[in-house]
């Protein structure tokens, strides 16, 4: 039964951490300070302490960061 439950709130962990990486539509580095769409590859590669989420490329831009070069979003 432990076995059960603990499946039960890994699937819970993951389906909320997928809802999160889709809810931004861009990813900023705070780190880099460049943006990135949110399936750019960098954003995998990126410690998480240094993730900004942000709905709007103007907010983004806005917030000094700059766009990408690879995934150009």
């Known amino acids: 039964m432990k076995k059960f439950f603990a499946a039960v709130g890994t699937i819970i962990f993951m389906t909320a951490t997928f809802a999160t990486v889709l809810a931004a539509n861009y990813v900023g580095n ?42 150009n979003p």
Do not use: W
Request: with cysteine; proline share 5%; hydrophobic share 30%.
């Open 30 to 71: 705070a780190n880099s300070k460049k943006f990135h769409v949110g399936n750019c590859s960098f954003v995998g590669k990126m410690n998480p302490k240094n993730r900004v989420d942000f709905q709007t490329r103007d907010e983004a831009i806005q917030a000094g960061y700059v766009p990408c070069k690879r995934c």
